[in-house]
T-cell receptor, first 112, second 108 residues
Framework: SQTIHQWPATLVQPVGSPLSLECTVE??????LYWYRQAAGRGLQLLFY??????ISSEVPQNLSASRPQDRQFILSSKKLLLSDSGFYLC???????????FGPGTRLTVT | DAKTTQPTSMDCAEGRAANLPCNHS???????VYWYRQIHSQGPQYIIH???NNETNEMASLIITEDRKSSTLILPHATLRDTAVYYC?????????FGAGTTVTVRA
């Protein structure tokens, strides 16, 4: 069966510090991968998606970037965090041609 | 630019059916209707999707009107664990756009 992992589960970082969140998927090959963010009291916002290694599409211009160095690994990064980067970051995957996205447990980021 | 309209909140009695409405009057012919839910502090969970026909799975039923301008998600026997925010999403592809959803509270 397929599983999706995210770490860390929670993170507190000062403004201006770098960020690296990791997401890995097991039990499937060539998944589509997604990064979402949910700010406090708001809906989920799609940040990035990837259909293959090295292929990243950005949905919203911002202080963040994404990379996919391996087929089942998706990384969200920032060089300098802003207070507005605080939120609940969710990674998700689906298979090509399917309609169901599966979400990871999320990382709760607080920028202080 | 919201594609769907859902009530902000609704209550449901445990053991009864919960009927969650969603309006999507501007839906295009190739757009699917998806339902996800998010239990507090967790990632969203896929429930069901449909294009034109009504659909049923082990979690819920999806009723889509003939003109496809609205739909209803039915949880046949709500339990306390069904308390969550339910999102109705209309999309032609994989780029899901989550709105505010309906906060459903199941009461004993």
């Amino acid at each position: 069966s397929q599983t999706i992992h995210q770490w860390p589960a929670t993170l507190v970082q000062p403004v201006g510090s770098p960020l690296s969140l990791e997401c890995t998927v097991e039990g499937t090959s060539n998944p589509n991968l997604y990064w979402y963010r949910q700010a406090a009291g708001r809906g989920l916002q799609l940040l990035f998606y990837s259909v293959g290694i090295g292929q990243i599409s950005s949905e919203v211009p911002q202080n963040l970037s994404a990379s996919r160095p391996q087929d089942r690994q998706f990384i969200l990064s920032s060089k300098k965090l802003l207070l507005s980067d605080s939120g609940f970051y969710l990674c998700a995957w689906d298979g090509t041609g399917t309609h169901e996205q599966y979400f990871g447990p999320g990382t709760r980021l607080t920028v202080t | 630019d919201a594609k769907t309209t859902q009530p902000t909140s609704m209550d449901c009695a445990e053991g009864r059916a919960a009927n969650l409405p969603c309006n999507h009057s501007t839906i295009s012919g190739n757009e699917y209707v998806y339902w996800y839910r998010q239990i507090h502090s967790q990632g969203p969970q896929y429930i069901i999707h449909g294009l034109k026909n009504n659909e049923t799975n082990e979690m819920a039923s999806l009723i889509i009107t003939e003109d496809r301008k609205s739909s209803t998600l039915i949880l046949p026997h709500a339990t306390l664990r069904d308390t969550a925010v339910y999102y109705c999403i209309v999309n032609p592809d994989y780029k899901l756009s989550f709105g505010a959803g309906t906060t459903v509270t199941v009461r004993a």
